[in-house]
């Protein structure tokens, strides 16, 4: 079974752009999470979504948005770049039953760079 | 709110020595605790994972990790380290509640350096 997958792997972008990565997490799973990677503030927490739904959302400014389509596949958008947007933005799946955590299954991550 | 404390940034032992990772959290009440590895230009991979029961909890490559309620901690251990161990390892709070989603709280990273 095919992993989670981000695209592109790698981004460069100015000030002031807007960039839209996405994440097709495993067949089958129904939850998908963003999370910031940076040097400064480690791993961040950006939203989740399931069932096309935001589910949680963490403490991102409204630049930061996404959405989850009907197959489940994941875009999260950020729009106005700054700089300290730069970092590694990692995708992560789950399956999603109920009644259980569900472990989580991370992608290999979009490196973006903002000049 | 819940945080997690990963107290040593950079760690370095000699292949073969025994290793130790420690992590504390902050949590209202027992939450699911995670440790995963990133080797550089990767993502996230799970090494073990504790819900509840047995506070000695095994995981892949050899890894194990202790449940310690009366210090909030869950440390990482491995008896004897391989190079290919070098990494940075995070450990994670995650909600005890279903239906809270899976949104994971990390701490900041242990960089494990093995020396040959």
């Known amino acids: 079974k095919a992993g989670v997958t981000q695209t592109p792997r790698y981004l460069i972008k100015t000030r002031g752009q807007q960039v839209t990565l996405s994440c097709s997490p495993i067949?089958?799973?129904?939850?998908v999470s963003w999370y910031q990677q940076t040097p400064g503030q480690g791993l961040q927490f950006l939203f989740e979504?399931?069932?096309?739904?935001?589910?949680n959302k963490g403490n991102f400014p409204g630049r930061f948005s996404g959405r989850q389509f009907s197959n489940s596949r994941s875009e999260m958008n950020v729009s106005t770049l700054e700089l300290g947007d730069s970092a590694l933005y990692l995708c992560?799946?789950?399956?999603?039953?109920?009644?259980?955590?569900?472990?989580?299954?991370f992608g290999p991550g979009t490196r973006l760079t903002v000049l | 709110a819940q945080s997690v404390t990963q107290p040593d940034i950079h760690i370095t032992v000699s292949e073969g020595a025994s290793l130790e990772l420690r992590c504390n959290y902050s949590?209202?009440?027992?939450?699911?605790l995670f440790w995963y590895v990133q080797s550089p230009g990767q993502g996230l991979q799970l090494l073990l994972k504790?819900?509840?029961?047995?506070?000695l909890v095994q995981g892949i490559k050899g890894f194990e990790a202790e449940f310690k309620r009366s210090q909030s901690s869950f440390n990482l251990r491995k008896p004897s380290v391989h190079w290919s161990d070098a990494a940075e390892y995070f450990c994670?709070?995650?909600?005890?509640?279903?239906?809270?989603?899976?949104?994971?709280?990390f701490g900041t990273g242990t960089q494990l350096k093995v020396e040959l």
């Open positions: 992560a799946s789950s399956l999603e039953a109920s009644g259980t955590y569900n472990e989580q299954f």
């Open positions: 067949s089958g799973h129904r939850s």
């Open positions: 979504y399931f069932s096309e739904t935001q589910r």
């Open positions: 949590y209202g009440a027992t939450p699911y």
């Open positions: 504790y819900f509840s029961g047995d506070t």
């Open positions: 994670a709070v995650g909600p005890t509640f279903t239906g809270g989603g899976n949104k994971l709280t």
